[in-house]
């Protein structure tokens, strides 16, 4: 397809139908059902001709400009849907199905502030959400659509809507504050640019060839994994990130099958690998093909990318290949990175001296800090590094808050004027230059390289994803009736190269005497747990008014941050994950599941909460809840699949969330394969009978992907 074409298009549903013209039978999209097996494909006809099945059926429900919360596991059905929204000029929320049987304050959020009219989603999820309509008050009144069944006959009734480039075309919510939700309104004319900036920064072709395992509700999933590879006319093969993460070894495996080039993740997917990847796995391998493995949504680790680099080195990864990158949501995606000839450069620069906001290169070892360059601006857009305060640029030997502008930067937040002016409107204070995106990220650059080095504000990004403090606070205030409100602070401390959540929280006077310190601490745990899906490294209890706070009232989270460090918090009562002790763990083995017994299961989990903790297998207490071994959604993951590879049964990727403790789990497991076991007889029975229908063989569980979302 000649290239004017595409640059002449001005809407991604211009450019889909060009594809669909001019590559009818090209593959377009194929997912791997569970990692590994191809489920489904489409080619750019199929995918141009389901689009506009949905778009004919929406308008008959929905007027252009409307919202439609998109609600999928991953798959090929929500890329019909999100085009489809388009195809219909109505605007696209995406999101994922509300939690089962726990709360979800994030979907609820996004469904008010979008105020969207429809729901698309599958038929199974219907069925499930119709069921739960009278609880979920944000679903009452909206109108459904299952998008799975449709008559695709449809498609002749569909008519090219009244859209352009400055039309929205989908509101990406960012991980922001339970009280101020916001939703970044991204145009065709944002998308369009974006993928032209991430075509050239990436250095892609029509040869260029994509394996991604991101959420496709989230930025990087749908703007890089989903949009970039329809912009080149290239294939693209999917996995969901349940598959990833329950055996990390299947995204590699993907690659090197498929012979992707393109492909990435966050930091901590790469640190996930070289953990968890065997040497005989390894050997299996073939990454030569892979030019492109971008690293971003969280800090970039230069010890990551040697550690990654060393462990795939034998099966043809090649150092160049990273390509760390930096951006967000407000700016369609992509802000900098690359170019992809060049290896990651590492400035190592005097630790002190940041800390004070100065950029000093070391001259020599000691108190030195490595930062890891994300490459440099393309296009047009321009990236600048502001005093955040007086509003004036900054040198390259100053750090700075980086701002943005271009054709890329979004409209601004849904219905937040005010917000949008402060974020998306910003002007330098000596030339008036400007408008430019306060992106709320500290950095420098040097020789046109950008280097992130923090946050302005408080946010805590843990395994790519952006937690705010204020959130987990609330639900830390809220646990137990011994704490005081308005009085806890939330922040992350590195440790061993992770971020680690630490909770410093002040108690009531009228609880201080005879309090349970131990049930405070397993409230908190579980608590953000069940709310944020995530662990806590430390908790820390004081006496009222002993948290650092301003004369105004408000907490003083760095100077508490400060404390903490240096080990001055004047405490209670304090509680620290268990340290790991890099002891040797056995092997765990693995007997048939015709051996499985109740003892079996509790000491292959003993033995395997032991090794994730890196803790004795003796100090293991079977009734202690997962949290207080630091088991976390990634790792809760991870044991679904062990569990599931061991018992030779399909488990859910949810079942450590439901049954969170060893005891607990073990019962659970022994309860289904009992069931399971009653259920084969009968199958059996019915088989000697002659029965022309015998039940089939049943797993565990059907997993159910609508908990993983990071």
């Known amino acids: 397809m000649k290239k004017n074409l595409i640059q002449a298009t001005t809407t991604l549903v211009e450019l889909l139908r060009l594809r669909a013209e001019n590559q009818p039978d090209k593959i377009a999209y194929t997912f791997l059902k569970d990692g590994e097996t191809i489920d489904t494909s489409l080619t750019y006809a199929q995918l141009d001709h389901r689009a506009r099945a ?74 499930e959400l119709d069921s739960r309509r009278t609880r979920i008050s944000e679903l009452r009144n909206l109108y459904s659509l299952a998008t799975d069944g449709l008559d695709l006959d449809a498609a002749s009734k569909w008519r090219m809507p009244d859209i352009d480039g400055d039309t929205l075309a989908f509101l990406q919510y960012t991980s922001g504050s339970t009280g101020s939700p916001k939703g970044v309104m991204v145009s065709h004319e944002n998308l369009l640019y974006n993928e032209e900036m991430v075509k050239w920064g990436f250095g892609h072709t029509e040869e260029t060839i994509f394996v991604g395992w991101l959420p496709l509700f989230h930025d990087m999933g749908l703007v890089g994994n989903v949009l970039q590879p329809l912009y080149l006319g290239i294939p693209c093969t999917l996995m969901s990130p349940v598959s990833f993460l329950q055996k990390p070894i299947r995204w590699l495996q993907a690659i090197s099958r498929y012979k992707a080039t393109t492909s990435g993740g966050p930091n901590f997917a790469y640190d996930l690998c070289a953990e968890k990847v065997t040497p005989e796995q390894i050997a299996a391998l073939d990454l030569s093909s892979w030019e ?23 099966c043809g990864f ?35 001296a940041l800390e004070r906001h100065r950029v000093v290169a070391s001259s020599k ?19 600048i590094i502001a005093d955040p305060e007086t ?19 979004a409209c601004g937040y849904w219905n937040r004027p005010e917000e949008t002016e402060q974020t998306f409107q910003a002007h330098l204070a000596d030339t008036g230059e400007g408008p430019f995106l306060r992106t709320g990220d500290l950095g420098f650059l040097k020789d046109g390289e950008l280097f992130v080095t923090g946050r302005r504000k408080d946010l805590i990004i843990i395994y790519g994803q952006n937690y705010y403090p204020q959130d987990i606070e609330r639900t830390v205030e809220r646990s137990h009736e011994a704490l005081m409100i308005g009085s806890g602070v939330a922040f992350s401390v590195n440790r061993e190269g992770e971020e680690r959540l630490v909770v410093v929280q002040e108690v009531q006077r009228t609880f201080l005497r005879g309090l349970n310190a131990e049930a405070v601490f397993e409230t908190i745990r579980q608590a953000i747990f069940e709310r944020h899906e995530l662990t806590v490294h430390a908790i820390f209890l004081l006496k009222p008014r002993k948290l650092p706070k301003t004369s105004s009232g408000k907490v003083q989270r760095h100077a508490c941050r400060e404390r903490f460090l240096a080990g001055e918090l004047d405490s209670v009562a304090n509680w620290e994950r268990p340290q790991g ?81 060893i005891d607990s789990l073990t019962q659970h497991l022994i309860e289904l394969q009992t069931s399971n076991s009653t259920k084969e007889r009968d199958s059996s029975n019915k088989m000697k009978g002659n029965d022309t229908n015998p039940a089939p063989k049943t797993s565990f569980f059907t997993p159910d992907f609508s908990l993983i979302h990071n």
Not at 61 to 89: K, N, V, W
Not at 366 to 380: D, F, M, P
Not at 611 to 632: M, S
Request: glycine fraction near 8%; include cysteine.
């Open 54 to 127: 949905i778009a004919a059926a929406l308008r008959s429900i929905a007027s252009p400009g409307e919202r439609a919360l998109l609600l999928y596991p991953s798959g090929l059905d929500f890329i019909a849907a999100f085009l489809g929204c388009l195809y219909a000029g109505v605007i696209a929320v995406p999101t994922y199905p509300p939690r089962r049987n726990r709360p979800d304050p994030r979907f609820e959020i996004i469904a008010n502030d979008a105020r969207a009219s429809v729901v698309l989603t599958t038929e199974e999820i219907l069925s």
């Open 292 to 314: 492109v493995a971008y690293n971003g949504a969280e800090p970039v680790r230069a010890e990551t990318l040697e550690k990654f680099t060393e462990t795939f080195a034998p």
């Open 318 to 352: 090649r150092r160049e290949a990273f390509y760390p990158t930096y951006g967000m949501a407000e700016t369609a995606l992509f802000v900098t990175g690359g170019p992809k000839t060049m290896p990651p450069l590492v400035y190592e620069v005097e630790k002190a």
């Open 365 to 383: 070892e000691g108190n030195t800090q490595r930062i890891l360059g994300c490459g440099r601006t393309w296009l047009a857009q321009k990236v």
């Open 391 to 409: 509003l004036l640029p900054c040198s390259e030997q100053q750090v700075g808050e980086i701002w943005v502008s271009g054709k890329n930067v």
């Open 581 to 661: 002790q890099g002891i040797s763990h056995p092997t765990v083995s693995f007997p048939s599941p015709l051996e499985v017994t109740e003892g079996l299961i509790r000491d292959w989990l003993i033995a395997k909460i032991a090794q994730l903790a890196d803790i004795p297998q003796q100090q293991i207490e079977t009734n202690r809840l997962f949290t207080h071994y630091g088991l976390d959604s990634t790792s809760a993951i991870g044991l679904s699949g062990e569990l599931s590879g061991w018992l030779g049964q399909t488990l859910p990727a949810t079942i450590a969330y439901e049954n969170p403790s």
